[in-house]
């Protein structure tokens, strides 16, 4: 059993869980993820690896309910403890000295899976500038975090409620419109985020890559329930993945196949709020 030992609901419905897992944590790399399953009635879900702590033994999970698995791990409080928690799984970032200025994007929530990544170039030495994106000031996450691991840091809010008005493309217009030399972008958030970053860096030829969370259903490459079209290729984001290059990933079908489950999971949440199976 994995216990939870801190919980915060960082936003309305998103919330920042340290669980102590300390295997897990000895391994864990910026990029991979875990797969958990909240209890034996839950199916398993991926979650990416928003940050962890070797000494301590723990992984920070941020996640935001969407489904009734994430409803039911919303419902666990400080003390109580996560059944199955499997990883570090996928492949870790392809991280190392040298790699020159690199714009790390986090749109939404998909600035915590960022965070690790930037963190570790900025140990590394290189210079980081993150772009970060909310649909409003209230609802970004993860501002002190970010800038403590980064040379820059740009907000856009889609509102202009903070920083810049606009979409996160909107501060990386303006960085490449003052001649920054960008030597390779990491997009994380919405597929419609990264697809918009993808096309906006293919013109300019700057190295662009995108972590992926497809559905998962076993995570490690027996299912094909997270394949994604890449290239020529098919990919299994657990195994290849889950950090593709932008520029091959087919994002229509990916998103596509992102909204096929949408009605169910839905319907399963209020199920999940009615009976409150976090709880049991
Ligand atoms: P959101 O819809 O609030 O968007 C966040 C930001 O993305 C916006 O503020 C904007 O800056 C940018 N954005 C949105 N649409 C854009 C467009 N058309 N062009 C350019 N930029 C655009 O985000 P949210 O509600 O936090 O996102 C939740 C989604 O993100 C979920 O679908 C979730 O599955 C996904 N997500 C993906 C990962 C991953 O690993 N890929 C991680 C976390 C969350
Ligand atoms: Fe089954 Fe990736 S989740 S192959």
Redesign the pocket.
């Given at each position: 059993m994995f216990k939870i030992l801190k919980k915060e609901e960082l936003s309305p419905g998103?919330f920042h869980y340290d669980v102590e897992a300390p295997r897990v944590a000895k391994k864990a790399k910026a990029g991979q993820f875990i797969v958990l399953r909240v209890n034996d009635e839950g199916e398993r879900i991926p979650l990416?690896i928003a940050d962890f702590d070797r000494e301590k033994g723990t992984i920070t999970l941020?996640f935001?309910v969407?489904g009734a698995s994430t409803q039911a791990l919303s419902q666990l409080e400080v003390g109580e403890a996560i059944l199955d928690f499997v990883g570090p799984l996928g492949q870790p970032s392809e991280i190392h000295e040298n790699m020159g200025t690199v714009v790390c994007i986090g749109?939404?929530?998909?600035v915590?899976?960022v965070y690790p990544i930037a963190k570790a170039m900025h140990e590394m030495g290189n210079k980081v500038i993150s772009i970060m994106?909310?649909?409003s000031k209230d609802?970004l996450i993860f501002e002190d975090r970010m800038r403590a691991v980064s040379d820059e840091v740009l907000i856009?809010?889609?509102d202009g409620s903070y920083g810049i008005k606009?979409?996160?493309?909107?501060?990386l217009q303006q960085l490449v419109d003052r001649g920054e030399k960008i030597d390779q972008v990491t997009a994380?958030?919405?597929?419609?985020?990264?697809?918009?970053?993808a096309e906006a860096t293919r013109p300019l030829g700057i190295k662009t890559i995108?972590?992926?969370?497809p559905v998962m259903v076993d995570g490690t490459g027996m299912c094909g329930g997270c394949r994604v079209q890449v290239g020529d290729e098919m990919k299994f984001a657990c195994v290849d993945g889950?950090e593709f290059d932008g520029h091959l990933v087919d994002f229509n079908s990916l998103m596509s196949r992102?909204r096929m489950y949408r009605a169910q999971e839905a319907e399963a949440k209020d199920h999940v709020c009615n009976i409150g199976l976090g709880r049991k």
């Open positions: 998103v990416t941020i935001q969407v749109g939404g929530i998909g915590a899976p994106g909310a649909r609802i856009a809010t889609d606009g979409f996160v493309t909107t501060a994380i958030g919405p597929g419609i985020m990264m697809r918009s970053v995108v972590s992926l969370n889950p992102g």
